[in-house]
Structure formats: C-alpha cells, structure tokens
C-alpha cells in the first residue's frame, strides 16, 4: 500500500463506513429526516413498469439490497427476463405479475396476490407510463384518453389499493414517480403534461388524507429528462422522431433516487438540479418561457423522421 505523505496528519484506523457514512444515515442522525416506515429488510416491494426503464432499473436496485421484488406490467415475457436479472442480483424473491394497471380490477387483483404471497406490502414505486407528442388539436380522443388513463387514471387505481393496504397495515410507503413536467408546461405534449400535473396533485392529495398515519409516506418525485425507451414507444401525431433532451440522465440514478425514497422517505423530489432552475423560469418568467420552450424543445429532442441529429 502506497504511504501517505508525511506532512499529512494521521487518522485513527475506522472502518470505511464510519469514515464515509452515507447522506441519508448523516440526515438522519442530524433529525433532518424520518426513519424508514418501508419495514425490516428484506421489504417487500412491488415496482410497476418493471419491464423498462426507470421501473425496471428500480427493480433491479432493490435487488441489490436482497428485496423482495415484486414486478408489473403488462408484457409478461419481458418481466420474466427482468425477474432472472433481479435474482442473480440478489433478490430474496422475484414475483412476476403481468397486469393493465388501466384496469383497476387488475389492480385489485395484483395486490391481493401480493398479500396472499408475502402477507404484507412494505412499498409500492409506481413508475408505469406513457407518451404521445402532438398538438392538443391533432392528437385524436382515442390517444390524448389513453395517456390519461395510463399516467394518471392508473395511479389513482394504484393508489386506492395501496394505501387501502398500507392504512391497515399502519404503516409503508407509495412512490408515485411524475415527471419534470408535472410542474412546467411545454407544447405539443398536453395529455402528458395534463396527467402528470394530475400526478402531483394526486400525490398532495393521498398526503394529506394520510397525515392521521404517522408511518405511512406518499412520496412523490419527478424525474427531469431521463435517457429510457418511452421516447421510442411514444406516439407523435406529426410522424416526429423523439429524443430525451440533453442533460439527460441515466434511469439506473433514477431508480436509486426511488429507491432511497424508501429508505428515507420525504413528500416530494426532483432529481436533478436542472428541474428546480426549470421550474423557477417557467414560475417567475412565464412570457420568456412561453416564447421559448417550443424552440428549444423542439432544437433539443425533436426532429422530423429519415433525417439525422
Ligand atoms: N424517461 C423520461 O425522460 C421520464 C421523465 C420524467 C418522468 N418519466 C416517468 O417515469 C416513468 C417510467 O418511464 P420510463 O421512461 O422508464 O418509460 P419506459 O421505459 O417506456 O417504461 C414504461 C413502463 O410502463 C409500463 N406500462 C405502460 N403502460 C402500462 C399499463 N397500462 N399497465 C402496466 N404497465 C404499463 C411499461 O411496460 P409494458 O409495456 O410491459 O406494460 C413499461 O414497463 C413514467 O411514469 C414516465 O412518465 C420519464
């Protein structure tokens, strides 16, 4: 081992952790935030839209802490493969329950099997959703309702039976993941935009009517631009190619932000300092930002099909 310099004072020999204690263990000595309510280790952990993305990196976390994972969506062979990943990475368990979480007897039904499996939910990251691009006037009922129904009307399904759960149990903690545009406005994205705010709102709501449990957290966090699968899936209207818009981050740091949500549970967070500057700009300088943000959108992560970036 190379010695350190000799003008450098000596420290006592401590262990790497007491050296480097993590974030959230500092906060919480300081009383800054509440102890987990996620239960003992390993919890059990249903993480929707587990196929992809932010849920499925989600997933995968949890796994590396030796969580039970409990994984959904709709595509079960995608699941199963995720559910392989999940266990050689050290979950306690991987349960796959393909669902349409549109569906809210669907729903109904994956929380039962959950609780006939494990007998309890310590935690519910719901992370499911959609996009379509296009001017409010363009996007025909069929697609501008879907994407409701997805982002929003199935995080309400989500939540009445969650927090059915988790007000018996007493105690456990729903993340319900929004978005950056839960906050601000940006064209040719309305139902998305619509249903995210509806997100936040929700969120406040389930906030507010659970303030009797003091171990029951909903917490609610909004990821800015992050480089997944949704910008190939979505629909666009005007047969544009999409992109996530440059500084995007990577959905593995999403699904840790998600993650120490359970370990430290708060009501809301970003997940990136972008998001509060967006956020400030859109609320303190509402005409630039509504001269602008279509643009730079546009320059940003959009362009027409068959040409290049
Ligand atoms: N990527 C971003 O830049 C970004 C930014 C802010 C917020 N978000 C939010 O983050 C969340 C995850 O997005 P992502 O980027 O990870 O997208 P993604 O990679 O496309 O994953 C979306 C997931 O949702 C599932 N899903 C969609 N509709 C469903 C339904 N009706 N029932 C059950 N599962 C359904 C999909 O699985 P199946 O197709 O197998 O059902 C998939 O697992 C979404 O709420 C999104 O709005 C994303």
Redesign the pocket.
């Known amino acids: 081992m190379p010695s350190l310099p000799s003008f450098l004072p000596r420290l006592p020999r401590l262990p790497l952790p007491l050296l480097l204690p993590a974030p959230a263990a500092v906060a919480r000595a300081a009383g800054l935030l509440r102890r987990s309510d996620a239960g003992p280790h390993p919890r059990v952990v249903v993480v ?8 499925r990196a989600t997933a995968l976390e949890l796994s590396r802490r030796g969580d039970h994972v409990v994984l ?4 079960e062979e ?1 699941l199963d493969e995720v559910a392989e990943v999940c266990r050689d990475e050290g979950a306690a368990s991987a349960l796959v329950l393909p ?4 569906v809210d007897e669907d729903v109904a039904a994956l929380v039962d099997l959950v609780l006939e499996r494990h007998g309890r939910v310590d935690a519910l990251v719901h ?5 379509a691009y296009g001017r409010a006037e363009e996007l025909d009922a069929e697609t501008f309702d879907a994407v409701v129904r ?2 929003l009307l ?1 995080s309400a399904n989500v939540a009445r039976h969650t927090m059915r759960v988790l007000r018996r149990q007493e105690r456990g903690v729903l993340v319900l ?1 929004g ?2 545009l839960g906050h601000v406005a940006v064209p040719d994205m309305t139902p998305y935009v619509v249903s995210k705010w509806g997100v936040r709102a929700l969120a406040r709501q389930l906030q507010i009517e659970s303030s009797d449990l003091p171990h029951v957290h909903v917490c609610h966090v909004s ?4 480089d ?3 910008y190939d ?1 979505a629909l666009d209207s005007a047969g544009m190619v999409n992109r ?1 818009p440059p500084p995007s981050i990577s ?1 593995e740091r999403v699904g840790r932000q998600l993650v120490a949500c359970l370990d430290a549970p708060g009501p809301r967070a970003q997940t990136g300092l972008t998001n509060y500057a967006l956020v400030a700009a859109f609320t303190l300088a509402p005409a630039v930002w509504d001269r602008a943000i279509g643009p730079a959108f546009d320059l940003l992560s959009r362009r027409p099909a068959g040409t290049q970036d």
Request: hydrophobic share 40%.
């Open positions: 929707t839209g587990a196929s992809s993305g932010i849920g959904v969506a709709r595509r995608v669902a349409d979480l549109d992370s499911a959703g959609v996009v997805t982002n199935a993941v978005s950056l990821p800015g631009s992050v997944t699968p949704i899936s996530p959905p």
